[in-house]
């Protein structure tokens, strides 16, 4: 079943394009079915890109998913179009004044993994957000600088600073195969990774309440939950399309910044040839994975969540 989103969202044409299933709000109302209501928290500074990318995921799934971008009040955005935010976004202090609830939440990532949690501009509005998904959102999916600040927010668990940037495409072993986010995974998979930091792996391993599922000695932890599945931190960027580290690796070169080039991204290490893209399968499967558990174990009605 399709995603409903508004036709004038920039992201319609582009998926329509791809044959993602995309339906219209006016379409949806005549569906007797309940869809899963999922929020994106959309901090990345490619804000269309971000859109399209998670969309395309959650539209390769035959549930109907009701999507609601929220972005942070208490910041004013720089990258998004003028009028892009305020035509499709709503704040996350609006969703808490008005206690909306979600079958599941996407809290992306963010350009400001340097700074410490406290000193983002809007460190105290995601602090209440995810204070908030706790009990009125069935599981929250948390990628890259999303997953440091929740796993902080949460259980205090510190960010490190890496000697260089991880950047590339990295394998990553599977630790639970039974479990659901993992159905259908080969016991490694490539995922990209794109980051400054790290969350400190002795800590989570130490907190008894988290369960690691996914991690190597180079990229650290991948992927840990917490509760079941309510809470899960994706220390990567699965969701990321062919170009999206070609970009970033174009950026960085051309603001004179030292970086590496990605590892095992383009076809043999050379920036001038075509990216290989290794990872779009066990995405598709992780998102899908994610909604069907979301799909199965969220109440009907979401007044019961506790």
Known sequence: MPIKIP?????????????VFVMTEDRAEHQDIRPLKVGIVN??????????????????SPLQVDITFLNMGSHSSKNAPPGHLEKFYISTEEI?????????LIITGAPVETLPFEDVDYWDELARIIDYSEKNVYSTLHICWGAQAGLYRRYKIPKTQLEKKLFGVFPH????????????????????QSRHTTSDRDAIASESRLLIHSETAETGVFIATAREGREIYVSGHLEYDPFTIDREYKRDISKGLRIDIPKNYYLDDDPS???IVRWRAHANLFFDNWLNYVYQETPYNLDDLI
């Open 96 to 104: 808490v004044c008005l206690k909306v609830r979600f079958d599941g």
């Open 7 to 19: 036709k004038a969202l920039p992201a319609y044409n582009a998926l329509s394009a791809e044959q």
């Open 173 to 192: 072993a599977v630790l639970a195969q039974h479990r659901l986010l993992f159905r259908g995974f080969d016991d490694e998979f490539l995922a990209p």
């Open 273 to 275: 040839k075509a990216p």
């Open 43 to 60: 901090l990345m500074p490619t804000t269309i890109d971000t859109e399209i990318q998670l969309l395309r995921l959650l539209g390769n």
